[in-house]
Every structure is written in C-alpha cells, then in structure tokens.
C-alpha cells in the first residue's frame, strides 16, 4: 500500500475490526492518526479548511487606518486556515495515517471532495490554489456497506473485504485482551458467538460484543455459560429487542451445540 501510494479500502460488517487496522498501522509505524468520522452532511469546512474569521478581522481592523496593499493576500494565507482532517493530513511534517472512517454514511457529493487527495495528493483551495503534499498520507478508508460506494473512489483504491475472524483467531484475541478468563468460558464465548452470526440477525455481534460479553461473564463469576446466564447478559452482546428476544426462545445448547454442525 505504502509503495502504491494507493489508499485502501476496508469493507465488511460493524465490529470486525477495520478501524483497528489504521490505529496499529499508525502504532506500528510510530506516525500520528487522524481520524475523520464520516456521516450525512460533511462539508468542506468539516473536513478540509475553513477559514479563522476572527483572525481575519482582528487583522483588517489593526490595518483599517494602514495602507490597504497586499491586505487580501495576507489575510487569506495558510496563517488563517483552520486545517481539518483531510487538509492536516497532508500538511504534515512526517506521513501520517488518514483514517475515512465509514465513507459509506457521507454522500456521494464528499466522495466527489475525496477524489482529488485519493488520486494526487492534494487539495485545492479557491483563494490559494492547489495545495501539494508535504508528506503523502497513508489513507485508509472503511465501509460498512450500508450503500453502495461509487466506481470513481473504488477505483482510486486497492481493497480488502474484512470478514468476521475463524473461532481460532477469535480465541486468541480474546486471551490477549482478557488473558484472566478461563479456558473453557473463553472457548464457549467464541463458540455461542459465531454460531448467532450465523443466525438471522439484524445486527450480527462483532468482535467488540465478544470482549464486552466475556467481561460481563467475568464480573458475574461465570464458569461457564447456562440459560440464565444468557437471559441476564445478553444484552452486552445483541443490540436490538427482536435479537435478543430471538436468543432467550432458545437453549444454551442451541447455540455451543448446534444440529448442523
């Protein structure tokens, strides 16, 4: 990616982890994170520059009774930009990782904005011109696909679709970052989850409501998973009345040993 210069495109269900990967990215090559959060209505002035009026003001007013000359240009120079995510990141002294997070909550008329730093690197301001950058940001954007993404961007990018984790690397995330959970409560965990995502769901739990349950199992001494156990946590897991009204219908056993499997 960084040999490209090609941004990246992350797409795949909430909670699997895409946001992750530009904040160890950055961690790993000891660079900064910016993060711009996407959603309806982003504009310029949100995610590029706009500009310090009062600082425009203060500076015209101490120049009111000075020779006007050369006032407009000063006033709009880089000195009165207020830089926004997409502008920091290329006005860095070092490459930094740009995090678009969830592009497909923006409309289409933002992505239009981002076709420019996606393909050159840089932005164009009307009062300044084309504003080239000093070090090319590492670009990393993530979709959940609630719609769909237009050809122009995907085009721009090189892409990865980030599926929900095998039971094997999910154990192993969840003794990372829980490592006092005992062996079979974390094996039942993985199990009873990846076995609700492959049921009818509206929101199918990510890894996030995997930590967040065993957690809760362990702060109610859980040794392992029963009905009542469930019917009293689940809501750390599902998020939607007909989900967990859906999973307290069934046994335990349902889901740690299932039929079809």
């Not at 990018?157 to 980030?162: E, G």
């Not at 109610?220 to 009345?241: F, R, W």
């Amino acid at each position: 990616m960084q040999e490209m210069e090609k941004p990246l495109l992350l797409e795949g269900h909430p909670g699997v982890g895409k946001t992750l990967v530009a904040a160890t990215l950055a961690k790993h090559l000891n660079t900064d994170l910016i993060r711009l959060q996407c959603y309806e209505g982003l504009d310029v002035n949100t995610t590029i520059y706009e500009w310090n009026y009062q600082k425009q003001l203060l500076h015209i007013k101490l120049f009111e009774k000075g020779d006007h000359k050369g006032l407009g240009e000063k006033i709009f120079g880089m000195d009165y930009l207020l830089k926004r995510p997409l502008l920091k990141s290329i006005t860095s002294k070092k490459s930094v990782v740009l995090l678009i997070d969830e592009i497909d909550r923006a409309d289409e008329e933002f992505e239009a904005y981002l076709l420019e730093l996606l393909s050159d690197y840089q932005i164009s301001i009307p009062e300044l011109g084309t504003i080239n950058a000093n070090s090319k940001p590492i670009v990393i954007l993530t979709s959940n696909r609630t719609r769909e993404l237009s050809d122009a961007l995907r085009r721009r990018c090189l892409y990865n679709w980030v599926g929900f984790p095998s039971k094997t690397v999910e154990l192993d995330i969840l003794n990372k970052f829980i490592p006092n959970i005992n062996e079979t409560l974390a094996s039942e965990v993985v199990t009873f989850i990846h076995n609700l995502r492959k049921s009818s769901l509206h929101k199918p739990p990510g890894i996030a409501e995997s930590l967040d349950w065993a957690k809760t199992l362990l702060l109610l001494n859980a040794k392992n998973i029963t009905d009542e156990i469930v019917k009293n946590s689940i809501g750390s897991v599902l998020k939607h009345q007909d989900d967990v009204d859906f999973v307290k219908s069934k046994s335990v056993q349902e889901f740690l040993f299932p039929l079809n499997e």
